[in-house]
């Protein structure tokens, strides 16, 4: 019993993990968005690439 609750502990660690994730990236990409055009492909790559 307490093997399962270890291994669901350990689940839910990893969902919020992904969670913050998945928040982080709601956050940056609009402001990727705002990027001027010039700068827009290549600050934006390597910033996507990176995170």
């Keep these: 019993m307490a093997e399962k609750a ?6 839910m660690e990893s969902m919020k993990a ?3 994730t998945y928040d982080f ?3 940056l990409y609009p402001i ?3 990027f001027p055009k010039f700068e827009k ?3 934006q790559s390597q910033i996507k690439t990176a995170v």
């Design 41 to 43: 492909f290549a600050l």
């Design 18 to 20: 992904y969670q913050k």
């Design 32 to 34: 990727l968005s705002q």
């Design 6 to 11: 270890k291994q669901a502990d350990a689940y």
């Design 25 to 27: 990236l709601l956050y």
